[in-house]
């Protein structure tokens, strides 16, 4: 018996109906139940899972999560897109709702990087396929370069989907 994939996360955050309506309105979220004021439980778009992400409200008056700043604590969550035209949708979004702080390519994954209302950092990455995996691109997770979109559109092209055969199965030939 072996793990083999997170199912959900749980975030505490301050409003509940504001995060969600984050995650909803910004990532693609559904909502697939809520306790007014209390919690809300979203799905992603694509996911069979019955929920990806839990919220709790712990009120206004909470600090900012130490983590990483002198404490021990989670970093971030990463979720993986279809298509580097996704990840380009999802960039505008996200800097069009203030919460794109970052952008990276790390050889095997393009990634982007954001915060939610409450400024708890998440990723959202490609993932090369591992019929395109090459010895550049396998050398290119020892350094973080810039993302450069546009260029990584054109190498594996927009609609190319990402992760077959490593962090999803590749097809049965056959």
């Known amino acids: 018996m072996t793990i083999h994939r997170l199912n959900h996360a749980v975030l505490y ?28 439980f979203l799905r992603a778009d694509g996911s069979s899972n019955d929920h990806d992400l839990g919220l709790f409200g712990v009120g206004e008056q909470a600090q900012a999560s130490p983590a990483g700043r002198g404490s021990v604590g989670l970093y971030h969550l990463a979720w993986e897109v279809e298509t580097l ?10 800097a069009e709702a203030g919460a794109l702080v970052g952008a990276s390519d790390h050889g095997t994954t393009k990634s982007l990087y954001g915060h939610d209302p409450d400024g708890l ?7 090369v396929p591992a019929d395109r995996l090459d010895a550049a691109t396998l050398a290119g997770r020892k350094a973080v ?15 190319t989907p990402g992760g077959i055969g490593v962090s999803r199965p590749a097809p049965a030939l056959g």
């Open 13 to 40: 955050v301050r409003d509940v109906a504001r995060s969600a309506a984050f995650y909803r309105d910004v990532l693609g979220f559904e909502t697939v139940m809520e306790m007014p004021g209390q919690a809300a």
């Open 85 to 94: 035209a996704d990840l380009e949708r999802l960039a505008g979004r996200l």
């Open 121 to 127: 950092e998440f990723e959202i990455a490609w993932i």
């Open 145 to 159: 370069k810039p993302l450069d979109l546009a260029r990584e559109q054109a190498r594996y092209g927009a609609d």
